[in-house]
């Protein structure tokens, strides 16, 4: 399971554009990009997943360079029930458990 | 549908007690998960399960069993409970292991050993 790097906290405003990188030198061929939600006190939810290039749902976008190193979730014009732990994950989609790290601390403020 | 569902929500548990954390999906799902999270860190993998009859240890598995004698209930056996154990206890399941699908986890049991 390639390991994965991000920043352990980020603040914002409503209505502005959060971007939070994760880094993972070791990708493997087969490994997808995955990134999940944790509100407080709840069990972490999947957001978006991804292999190349860029990937859009309702909720967020999930950008992969070519090199597939790194990749950045982008949240447009969040608002305060944004605030969440973010979670990127690097894992074959077959695989039979996934391992999180310590996410990212998003504080979103009025 | 209900999802994964755990029980219960929150527990005060003695040290050198054991109690058993339920799970049941409702979902088929065939693999199922247990993890643990302390205050405010990420995930541990405690056990995991393939399928009915299958399961096998994850990132911290010590002090803790599982059974699965059905696709439906993975139920966390803790057996001598130690204060290094109070934690949030969260259930997944997901079909065949599939990370496209994504995981659905329950809403969580807080434990406290005491």
């Known amino acids: 399971l390639a390991k994965t790097t991000q920043p352990i906290s980020m603040d914002s405003y409503e209505g502005q554009e959060v971007n939070i990188t994760c880094s993972h030198n070791n990708i493997a061929t087969n490994d997808y990009i995955t990134w999940y939600q944790q509100f407080p006190s709840q069990g972490p939810r999947f957001i978006i997943q991804g292999y190349k290039t860029k990937v859009t749902n309702e909720v967020a976008s999930l950008f992969i360079p070519a090199d597939r190193k790194s990749s950045t979730l982008s949240l447009p014009r969040v608002s305060l029930s944004d605030t969440a732990v973010y979670y990127c994950?690097?894992?074959?989609?077959?695989?039979?458990?996934?391992?999180f790290g310590s996410g990212t601390r998003l504080s979103i403020q009025p | 549908n209900a999802g994964v569902t755990q029980t219960p929500k929150f527990h005060i548990l003695k040290i050198g007690q054991s109690m058993t954390l339920q799970c049941t999906q409702d979902?088929?799902?065939?693999?199922m998960y247990w993890y643990r999270q302390d205050p405010g860190m990420g995930l541990k993998l405690i056990y995991y399960?393939?399928?009915?009859?299958?399961?096998d240890k994850g990132e911290v598995p010590n002090g803790y069993n599982v059974s699965r004698s059905t696709t439906e209930d993975f139920p966390l056996r803790l057996e001598l409970a130690a204060p290094s154990q109070t934690s949030v206890y969260f259930c997944?399941?997901?079909?065949?292991?599939?990370?496209?699908?994504?995981?659905?986890f329950g809403s969580g049991t807080r434990l406290t050993v005491v």
């Open positions: 997944a399941s997901s079909p065949l292991g599939r990370g496209d699908y994504g995981y659905t």
């Open positions: 399960s393939v399928g009915a009859g299958i399961t």
């Open positions: 979902m088929n799902h065939n693999y």
């Open positions: 994950l690097v894992g074959d989609r077959a695989a039979s458990k996934i391992i």
